[in-house]
């Protein structure tokens, strides 16, 4: 089911909160498209220096200092993979996707509001909000299921690594198992992994411009 709506300040400024817009045609669609595909090649060109290439992907990873909480950043994961990789049978066009923008903010080290923007395999950009992460791991991890809370700066330490890889193993299956068939659902409902306009695609693309980014 959709996550709960969070407050203002848990988002970016272009988003006031959750919503699902509706009516985006499909001449809207190709234009966000195109606006979109332009903002992940500049955006690695920018950055060039820091774009990891593994695994047939470009990826770049940086972060904003956010305004008036000195605790809190935005961290922005960026990947495009290369044209040519045959599509998996068992994805729809919204699951296969080609390029991503991830936004999640991060306080006290700890990771709060996370969504993405995504290509799918049919050119359509859609939006996944995935909630809180920090309040639903807790939980998850209170009733003795999910992945293993760790802070980041854990990570930095060889048992805090470890625990988060020896972890990873064990919750793969529980990701394909449910988290996929969950979004799908909720797509197919309207509720999420929906496609986004021209406006906000405007707005995630002044956003990711300004200065103030560096890799992470």
């Known amino acids: 089911m959709p996550h709960e709506t969070s407050p203002s300040d848990e988002l970016p400024p272009f988003m006031a909160s959750h919503n699902v817009q509706t009516g985006v045609d499909d001449a809207?669609?190709?234009?966000?498209?195109?606006?979109?595909d332009s903002l992940v090649s500049d955006t690695l060109l920018n950055y060039v220096a820091p774009v990891r290439h593994l695994h047939g992907k470009d990826k770049l990873s940086l972060r904003r200092p956010i305004e008036g909480q000195p605790d809190a950043f935005w961290?922005?994961?960026?990947?495009?993979?290369?044209?040519?990789?045959?599509?998996?049978?068992?994805?729809?066009?919204?699951?296969?996707?080609?390029?991503?923008?991830g936004i999640q903010k991060v306080v006290g080290m700890l990771g709060r509001e996370d969504f993405t923007y995504r290509r799918g395999s049919d050119g359509v950009i859609r939006r996944v909000d995935h909630g809180d992460q920090f309040a639903m791991k807790s939980k998850d991890s209170a009733q003795g299921r999910?992945?293993?809370l760790v802070n980041r700066l854990e990570l930095f330490t060889k048992e805090g690594t470890q625990a988060v890889l020896d972890d990873i193993d064990s919750n793969l299956a529980n990701i394909e198992s449910n988290s996929r068939p969950n979004l799908r659902l909720e797509r197919e409902m309207g509720l999420n992994d929906q496609p986004i306009g021209i406006t906000e695609m405007e707005k995630?693309?002044?956003f990711m411009r300004q200065s103030g980014f560096e890799a992470g």
């Open 28 to 36: 809207e669609k190709g234009a966000v498209g195109a606006k979109f």
């Open 75 to 101: 961290e922005v994961s960026i990947w495009t993979k290369a044209a040519g990789e045959a599509p998996r049978d068992n994805l729809e066009s919204a699951e296969e996707v080609t390029a991503e923008i």
């Open 146 to 148: 999910g992945i293993l």
């Open 204 to 206: 995630l693309d002044e």
